[in-house]
């Protein structure tokens, strides 16, 4: 444990898959050579094979005795590659009429060939049939944990946890791209940047933190699903839906490694059963299949969420429903609210 | 080991087909894969119980010096020529050789505190050898060191390499061994499979510090 813990709770009810968050985090820290096929933070369809695809089954983390377990180091395949595009030929080489455009698989050395996978390549799949199907979006970051396999696994020291706040950085200068981190992280939210020679992940956007502003996937978010604070401030949503209602609870718990992104999980409308009947008695989506993502909390918690919004509609006062409506954005991340855009700056570089 | 005198120049001394290397003198080095149960952190041991590492189980080695440069000609058995990285689940070989700086220090742990070694390594991808100073696991300090020098080929299923220094000591990064002419030292070996995914401490060495004698 460390002094404090950053934590994060993201509410799936909310979640739009919009990808907003993803494309703060590229344009912010992944947008340098080497780092095309990086996504720090994905959303991803859930029921799905997530990205990495079919990280769930890679391994690593720890097992119930706190012992490391093997993990798999994914390929950059298995990320979803950094297509390139028949911009070329479509552009300037007058076939505006007869080509369309068309994303290449970059590993097939120039080939027009079309990528098999791609970041959340399942987006439009889900589970369950009609008139049940379901889905939901699942957004993963770095969980910078309380116990962090990929700190565990580096043989050269190079993965810390800070003191102060509980990120797990990796410092560049140590890292000699041994990757054991990446195969050891149960959640997978590691990549190799080959130009370098080391790996990187989320940082937390720590620069920003030091002057008092969120993180950019936090603060970018258009459905307000991101709560961001310190994990012992009761003054905090964040101390409130994990510790308080116990709403929001980690992924995959099981893996042993005690994350700090934590999950209000996704309720669902209603089933019909074969009558076209609506049929409040099942779930639309199957509670073993939350549990398999969430562990055994997530029954508590989605009956405590049921009960508080129908108080709600009853007309009652309940403070969680008041947290997770979020009528004031800037109270999801105290206190770290500053307006980056009113910040003073450095001079740019000439 | 001896590493013999020659009179050829440093240039020819980088060609595997040059006649100096057709005459030196062939020691065969016996490799074997590092222990597990020293891997530096429960992960890798773990991961590599019951997932062999180290298979290479033997090196032809021939030493040479000029006076000036001292060169250490490598063979070794590697079917897979791995030297570049095309995805981000490979590994590129590698081959080093390593020093004591203090008469003691140990091999196996490349040295500890207090009683550092001196490697210079070579990988299939870099343009030339590093110079690496470590004083135990997880504490090496690799550096660019121009007085480095290498020359590789891989042919009928072999990497051919050929790995050298000035024995110049002026501006050596720190941790550098002294050779000179007529001295004595100790060297191991190290070989890493990228087609094994070996990196760091899985691969295949000599246990043992070998006698490094330069003729006068």
Request: aromatic share 10%.
């Amino acid at each position: 444990m460390t002094e404090r813990q950053l934590a994060f709770v993201f509410d799936l009810n909310k979640c739009l898959g919009c990808q907003t968050c993803t494309i703060s985090c590229k344009t912010l820290w992944t947008d340098q050579p080497g780092m095309e096929y990086m996504w720090w933070n994905i959303v991803n369809t859930m029921p799905g094979r997530g990205t990495p695809r079919d990280r769930d089954q890679m391994g690593g983390g720890f097992d119930a005795e706190g012992r490391a377990q093997a993990g798999v180091l994914p390929s950059a395949k298995d990320f979803g590659e950094a297509w390139d595009f028949n911009y070329d030929e479509v552009f300037y080489e007058g076939k505006g009429q007869s080509a369309h455009l068309h994303p290449r698989s970059p590993s097939a050395n120039g080939k027009d060939e079309a990528p098999e996978w791609g970041p959340n390549w399942d987006e439009d799949q889900g589970a369950g049939d009609y008139p049940n199907s379901y889905y939901f979006y699942l957004p993963t970051i770095c969980m910078h944990c309380t116990d962090p396999a990929c700190l565990a696994a580096c043989p050269r020291q190079a993965i810390s946890k800070r003191e102060e706040d509980g990120i797990v950085l990796i410092d560049e200068d140590r890292c000699d791209g041994y990757r054991f981190c990446m195969e050891a992280c149960p959640y997978k939210r590691i990549y190799f940047n080959p130009d370098r020679f080391i790996s990187q992940k989320c940082v937390m956007c720590f620069a920003r933190l030091e002057q008092g502003v969120a993180p950019a996937c936090v603060r970018q978010c258009p459905g307000r699903v991101r709560h961001f604070g310190y994990l012992d401030d009761e003054e905090s949503d964040i101390f409130k839906l994990v510790k308080t209602w116990k709403v929001a609870i980690p992924l995959h718990p099981e893996f042993g490694t005690q994350p700090n992104v934590y999950y209000v999980p996704p309720l669902a409308p209603p089933r019909f059963d074969e009558n076209g009947e609506i049929d409040e008695e099942n779930p639309r989506i199957p509670m073993d299949y939350l549990r398999s993502l969430f562990g055994p909390a997530v029954d508590q918690s989605l009956a405590t969420l049921k009960l508080e919004m129908e108080k709600t509609r009853q007309g009652e006062k309940s403070e969680l429903t008041d947290i997770l409506i979020a009528y004031k954005w800037q109270n999801m991340f105290i206190p770290f609210v500053e307006d980056p855009g009113e910040l003073s700056r450095p001079a740019p570089k000439s | 080991m001896r590493v013999g005198r020659v009179d050829t120049r440093d240039e020819e001394l980088l060609s595997p087909e040059s006649t100096a290397w057709q005459e030196a003198a062939v020691n065969e080095v016996v490799l074997s894969p590092t222990p597990l149960e020293l891997q530096p952190t429960d992960y890798i041991r773990v991961s590599r119980n019951g997932r062999p590492y180290g298979a290479v189980s033997s090196m032809r080695v021939s030493a040479l010096h000029n006076g000036d440069s001292v060169f250490f000609h490598l063979v070794w058995q590697d079917d897979s020529e791995d030297r570049a990285i095309k995805d981000i689940n490979q590994f590129v070989d590698g081959a080093a050789v390593m020093f004591p700086i203090v008469e003691d220090a140990p091999l196996i742990g490349m040295g500890i505190q207090g009683k550092p070694v001196n490697v210079w390594m070579w990988r299939a991808d870099w343009e030339r050898p590093k110079n690496v100073a470590a004083e135990g696991m997880g504490t090496t300090q690799r550096r660019d060191d121009p007085a480095l020098s290498s020359a590789v080929r891989h042919a009928d299923g072999n990497w051919d390499l050929i790995v050298g220094r000035s024995l110049e000591e002026r501006d050596a990064p720190p941790g550098t061994i002294a050779l000179a002419p007529g001295a004595a030292s100790k060297i191991g070996f190290a070989v890493w499979q990228g087609s094994e995914q070996e990196r760091a401490g899985l691969k295949a060495f000599s246990p043992a510090w070998q006698d490094l004698e330069l003729d006068a």
